[in-house]
């Protein structure tokens, strides 16, 4: 199993926080720093310095860093142009020699799309976003050099576009869908993804989904072995019990209700609950980190953790 730091920037967190957190996930062998794309902090805090941009943070990152990979989990639809995220997530692949990965959803954060402007359809419009984003996208990184591209949905028309610029990665960077819907999540994985994440589940749930995704994969015509399959979790390690509590506190969370519902707990034990996720067809950790001045329990992780399951 891979293991990916995840962050939530959008709690607190600047740019020079944010690099701090990439350049130690590089230098202590982990495969990915990925962030979430959120411009409103959530729950009780008051999330300053404010919100930083994904895609700014990732192309600013893929010049201080040589060999993870960069990405986000998840952008969400309703916030950018299609055509635009398809230059801006092509230049940051360029800019990374060949790094970038592009997690696209359909958006759920209604209260930041007031706060900021944005227009937040409903969950079936959301979904029709998505779905022609994901061909859009595609389209343009996949069309030839010197061919033209054009696309007609409900919400996006393009006529003889160039396609331009080209990613460093071919066909294209990988595009990770995630998420617990029944029927067209799965179909959208099966059809344009090279990686589907089954996000904050149990085990048991995390089955079902990658099992759903898996036969949606068979129906579409799909090597389901060609779909990557990955989980996120909150993530708490300590040497000893007292550790794992005094970071569960300092996150505000229940150290029981961690230890219960996400990945807590001593090295062996979060060795042994990433094990049951493996076991269920999970390839890639992402494990999110939501104390991002404690760059000690990364170290903790990457020498306890990390040899074990890699």
Not at 147 to 176: E, R
Request: hydrophobic share 40%.
């Amino acid at each position: 199993m891979l293991l990916r730091i995840f962050t939530e920037p959008q709690q607190g967190a600047s740019y020079d926080d944010l690099l701090a957190v990439a350049r130690k996930t590089e230098e202590n062998g982990f495969d990915a720093f990925f962030r979430s794309d959120h411009y409103l902090v959530m729950g009780d805090h008051d999330g300053l310095p404010g919100p930083t941009d994904a895609w700014i943070t990732l192309a600013g990152l893929a010049r201080e860093t040589q060999r993870i990979k960069l990405g986000t989990l998840v952008s969400s639809a309703t916030y950018r142009n299609p055509g635009v995220l398809a230059i801006t997530v092509a230049q940051v692949d360029q800019m990374s020699g060949g790094r970038a990965e592009l997690g696209l959803g359909a958006g759920w954060y209604e209260a930041e799309h007031k706060a900021y402007g944005l227009e937040f359809p409903d969950t079936p419009g959301r979904f029709d976003l998505l779905t022609e984003q994901l061909e859009l996208i595609t389209g343009l990184w996949d069309t030839p050099v010197g061919d033209k591209y054009d696309f007609v949905g409900k919400h996006y028309q393009l006529t003889d576009s160039p396609a331009l610029p080209k990613p460093v990665q071919q066909p294209h960077p990988p595009v990770i869908v995630g998420g617990a819907g029944k029927k067209r999540t799965p179909a959208l994985a099966a059809q344009y993804a090279s990686e589907f994440n089954a996000g904050f589940r149990s085990v048991e749930e995390t089955e079902t989904l990658f099992k759903r995704v898996q036969a949606a994969c068979e129906t579409a015509g799909r090597d389901p072995q060609t779909l990557a399959l990955s989980t996120a979790h909150t993530v708490v390690v300590g040497k000893d019990d007292a550790e794992v509590r005094r970071r569960a506190d300092a996150i505000g969370r229940d150290v029981d209700d961690l230890r219960q519902n996400s990945i807590a707990g001593t090295p062996a034990e979060v060795v042994d609950r990433l094990g049951r996720f493996a076991a269920a067809g999970s390839q890639r950790q992402y494990v999110q980190i939501m104390d991002l001045q404690d760059l000690d329990h990364l170290d903790l992780i990457a020498a306890e953790v990390l040899p074990q399951v890699s």
